[in-house]
């Protein structure tokens, strides 16, 4: 399973807003991530973008109004309506809220949602003053009870030069939600798998940390991987500079103790769990005020952290959960023998080792090379790969267990 965004249909509908120019870059977005996009502009959406605009960056014909009454117009609404899989409005002003609440179908786009058959994603931009006025908030409340997901407004300046709630959220952010929205007729649906992600920092006195160089790259593609199958989907993560995937759980932590706490209490009734985080295997007694600089140094003591896959396997040959527990292995020398001794000394399902000595896998940096090591001795070499690739390649091996 890929990004549940490869071929399907998306409809973008954009309205009268300023936000329009977003909505160029959000079709782009979704083209690259391999979407069909068809693009409806509303007469007052084409007073700030043209449809060349959304032309260029998809391919594809954009809509207007006109295209309703021309030729085989009449029935323009119902082909790419029923041909679907998901309708996007973004920016969504008020008034084009209002008539969906309403269902008033006197434009192009509005008569294709009437008419689609599919889900509908709305992303509202309008000035903080409609947004909080109380018909706006009754025709939002009326169209999510009809099973249409909002995301959003932003806080921010507004067109109007107020601060306020009413921004269009980044492009970024609605891509995630397509995502997790498309991913929830995934093959793992009903299913829960936690990931881990990050480097946890052990505090040396209340300034300093020891910590590694994970990234929290390979974590997160491996989270978003597992939305993409429609997983419910937990992501244990410490402190890194990444957004997190739309639709799954956060539980921020530091400390490998920490850490070790949120994996046994969101593993008790879990079907998997995915250990990417580098976790330390040492940690210092940390000084209760800052250590003053010395020129004789310091000397750090460091005992070992509790192990959390150990703890784990515990738990689960006591209560069978987590059902399946993969483990990673990052090694700088005997990839393969040190990686299956893990494997074994920790019960685990799978393991995935991959040598960190290299300058093009492992730590921070995008691509990986990873080995998949199983039980039975069975071992998967994968080319040098993107981490979101990696994740997929995981994810299938789970969704067919």
Request: aromatic share 6%; proline share 4%.
């Amino acid at each position: 399973m890929t990004n549940p965004l490869i071929g399907k249909k998306i409809i973008l509908g954009v309205t009268g807003s300023i936000a329009a120019y977003k909505a160029a870059d959000l079709a782009s977005k979704f083209y690259q991530a391999g979407a069909l996009v068809d693009v409806v502009l509303t007469q007052s959406a084409q007073h700030f973008i043209t449809p060349l605009s959304f032309q260029s960056v998809t391919s594809r014909k954009a809509y207007i109004d006109q295209d309703l009454w021309g030729g085989e117009g009449h029935v323009t609404h119902i082909a790419i309506g029923h041909s679907a899989d998901l309708i996007v409005i973004a920016p969504a002003s008020a008034n084009t809220i209002a008539k969906l609440s309403a269902g008033i179908a006197d434009n192009l786009l509005c008569l294709t949602v009437l008419a689609g058959k599919c889900p509908v994603l709305i992303a509202p931009a309008m000035d903080g003053g409609m947004y909080s006025n109380l018909i706006t908030g009754e025709n939002i409340e009326t169209l999510k009870k009809r099973g249409i997901y909002f995301i959003g407004p932003a806080e921010g300046h507004l067109a109007s030069g107020l601060y306020g709630l009413g921004r269009m959220v980044e492009p970024i952010a609605i891509l995630g939600e397509t995502r997790y929205i498309m991913g929830k007729s995934g093959r793992m649906t009903g299913k829960k798998v936690v990931v881990t992600a990050g480097g946890t920092q052990e505090p040396i006195d209340p300034v300093r940390v020891v910590t590694n160089r994970s990234s929290g790259r390979q974590g997160y593609a491996i989270a978003q991987a597992a939305i993409d199958e429609g997983a419910d989907t937990t992501l244990i993560t410490t402190p890194v500079f990444l957004t997190p995937p739309a639709g799954c759980k956060i539980i921020q932590v530091k400390t490998a103790d920490d850490m070790l706490e949120a994996v046994l209490n969101e593993t008790k009734d879990c079907d998997g769990l995915i250990m990417a985080a580098a976790v330390a295997d040492y940690k210092p007694d940390s000084a209760a005020q800052k250590i003053k600089k010395s020129v004789d140094g310091i000397v750090l003591e460091l005992k070992p952290t509790r192990d959390i896959l150990k703890e784990v396997a515990k738990f689960k040959e006591k209560n069978k959960y987590p059902r399946w527990v993969i483990g990673f292995a990052a090694e700088s020398q005997d990839l393969i023998s040190n990686a299956t001794q893990k494997l074994h000394n920790k019960n685990l399902d799978l393991i995935i080792a991959n040598d960190i000595s290299s300058s093009t896998s492992g730590f921070s940096v995008e691509t990986n090379q990873v080995a998949l090591i199983y039980p039975d001795g069975r071992v998967d070499q994968t080319p040098l790969l993107t981490k979101e690739e990696i994740a997929e390649i995981i994810l299938d091996k789970v969704a067919s267990w």
